[in-house]
């Protein structure tokens, strides 16, 4: 199975930002960067292309669902998984999230102390 | 992804834990602040029609931050607060700021939430409470 190398994560909320910027810094070896919008994210994303993408659902402007619409339209982004954290995690939601692409659902508010852990797991849900 | 030696893992772990504590800690001082500019905004909103839009949006705005924050920290009922607060400004900004419903809404919402900052700020730092902690439950951010 491939490793996973490097996450970007999505959110307008800092403390949040932080929160999964250290959470994921358990693993030494991941490559961790973080933005504050939809719209840097795919900048981000175009400059170095990233293994997974964790997207929050509600930012300003350019919200969760509309950044991975970008980035299935742009070829160089499109097969990047991308994951949903959020607290919208009722079965509709889920089921629109699926259908739009998303490669999995991470539950906001989420223990940052196993927060590895469920990314890990996602991972290798999506390339088992 | 490599898994570290045990031993690194738990030394990783316990700097996690010391920076979650540390920015619990920044969070609940911030608290106050927040309670303030909430509190400046409603005024304002009460105070001039004219400005109530953009009021509504510093209400929202500051509203969706808790809401989004909130429960990270073990506030469960500040951040739901919060988003019943986030989610009635929305709605009296898209109606309008006549509609009287909207802003009773309103009303009810902003006191619920001040009534949590109260119980938030009486309670004892509480280091790093995030998840699985007794005031948290799902959010709707």
């Known amino acids: 199975m491939r490793q996973l190398r490097s996450v970007l994560y999505v959110d307008d909320e800092p403390d949040i930002r932080e929160i999964v910027a250290l959470a994921l810094g358990l693993d030494g070896s991941l490559s961790i960067r973080t933005c504050e919008s939809g719209a840097a994210a795919l900048e981000a994303a175009m400059q170095r292309l990233p293994d997974l993408v964790l997207l929050d659902v509600m930012m300003p402007d350019l919200d969760g669902p509309a950044t991975l619409a970008r980035f299935r339209a742009e070829p160089t982004l499109a097969s990047v998984p991308i994951v949903f954290v959020t607290a919208k995690t009722m079965p509709s939601e889920l089921q629109r999230f699926g259908a739009l692409g998303a490669a999995g659902v991470i539950s906001k508010p989420f223990d940052p102390m196993r927060l590895l852990e469920q990314v890990r797991i996602l991972w290798e849900r999506i390339h088992g | ?141």
């Open chain 2, 1 to 141: 992804m490599a898994d570290p030696p045990r031993d690194d893992r738990a030394r990783r772990t316990g700097v996690l834990a010391g920076q979650l504590a540390a920015l619990g800690d920044a969070f609940r001082a911030r608290l106050l602040r927040d309670r303030e500019s909430l509190a400046a905004a409603y005024a304002a909103l009460a105070a001039a029609d004219a400005d109530a839009p953009a009021s509504l949006k510093r209400i929202e705005h500051a509203a969706h931050r808790l809401h989004g924050t909130a429960a990270m920290f073990g506030y469960a009922k500040l951040g739901e607060s919060a988003g019943r607060l986030e989610r009635a400004a929305r709605e009296t900004l898209a109606r309008g700021t006549s509609d009287g419903a909207a802003h009773s809404a309103l009303a009810v919402s902003y006191a619920g939430l001040d009534g949590e900052f109260d119980a938030a700020l009486a309670r004892a730092p509480s280091g790093p409470v995030l998840c699985g902690h007794p005031d948290a439950s799902p959010q709707t951010k």
